[in-house]
C-alpha cells in the first residue's frame, strides 16, 4: 500500500473549517484513501473514503487532487470535540481490508 | 449493536505472568482485527482473522504472543511470559466483508496493558 505524508500537528479555531492535507504521490489507481481519527483514550473511527471523486458525509468532506497524489479532509465547523488525531490511510480493496496506520496529525480546535 | 466489547479495559500485571485479552466483534462481522498501541511505533496491526481463521499474523512481535478465534462471536489475544516492553494498549477491531472498499473497521475501546 501506498505511503502517506501528513503535518503532525494543526491548530484550528472553533466554529472555522478545519482543513487536514494528506500526501500520497505513490498511490496506485485501485488505492482509496481513508481518514480515521482517534479521539483521547479511544479506539480509531472512521470518517470518510474516496477513489477519485469528492466525498461527502454528515461527518466531513474529502477533496482529492486530479492527479490523486495528495487529499484534503475537511471539517467544516470544527468542535472543541474534533481535537484528534486524523489518520490518513491509502489501501487497496484487495488489501483484504487491512489498514497500515502512520502518525497522522493531532487537531487541536481552540476555543 | 453494542459495539465491539473489549475485557478487561485495564490490566495490570507483573512481568512473567501470563495475560489474555478478550474481544467480542460486533454480530455478522467475519473480519477481526488486533491491533497495539504504543507511543513508540504507533497503532500497529498484530493479526487478522476471517471467518475464525488467522490470515496475517506477520505483526505478531514474537513467539509469547499467540491469537485464537474459537467461534465468530469471540477472540483472544494471549501474552505468555509478559513483559514490560509489552505495555501498551490493545485495540480490536472488526468488519463485515463484503462492503467493498467501504472498509468502515469499528474498533473496541482497547484494553490497557501495564506490565510491572
Known amino acids: 500500500d501506498a505511503k502517506t505524508t501528513q503535518p503532525p500537528s494543526m491548530d484550528c479555531a472553533e466554529g472555522r473549517a478545519a482543513n487536514l492535507p494528506c500526501n500520497h504521490s505513490t498511490i496506485s489507481g485501485n488505492e482509496y484513501v481513508y481518514w480515521y481519527r482517534q479521539i483521547h483514550s479511544q479506539g480509531p473511527q472512521y470518517i470518510i473514503h474516496g477513489l477519485k471523486n469528492n466525498e461527502t458525509n454528515e461527518m466531513a468532506s474529502l477533496i482529492i487532487t486530479e492527479d490523486r497524489k495528495s487529499s484534503t479532509l475537511i471539517l467544516p465547523h470544527a468542535t472543541l470535540r474534533d481535537t484528534a488525531v486524523y489518520y490518513c490511510i491509502v489501501s487497496s480493496r484487495g488489501s483484504n481490508y487491512k489498514l497500515t496506520f502512520g502518525k497522522g496529525t493531532l487537531l487541536t480546535v481552540n476555543p | 449493536d453494542a459495539g465491539v466489547i473489549q475485557s478487561p479495559r485495564h490490566e495490570v500485571t507483573e512481568m512473567g505472568q501470563e495475560v489474555t485479552l478478550r474481544c467480542k466483534p460486533i454480530?455478522?462481522?467475519?473480519?477481526l482485527f488486533w491491533y497495539r498501541q504504543t507511543m513508540m511505533r504507533g497503532l500497529e496491526l498484530l493479526i487478522y482473522f476471517n471467518n475464525n481463521v488467522p490470515i496475517d499474523d506477520s505483526g505478531m512481535p514474537e513467539d509469547r504472543f499467540s491469537a485464537k478465534m474459537p467461534n465468530a462471536s469471540f477472540s483472544t489475544l494471549k501474552i505468555q511470559p509478559s513483559e514490560p516492553r509489552d505495555s501498551a494498549v490493545y485495540f480490536c477491531?472488526?468488519?463485515?466483508?463484503?462492503?467493498?472498499?467501504?472498509?468502515?473497521?469499528?474498533f473496541g475501546p482497547g484494553t490497557r496493558l501495564t506490565v510491572l
Open positions: 454480530s455478522g462481522h467475519d473480519y
Open positions: 477491531a472488526s468488519i463485515p466483508s463484503g462492503t467493498g472498499a467501504y472498509n468502515e473497521q469499528f
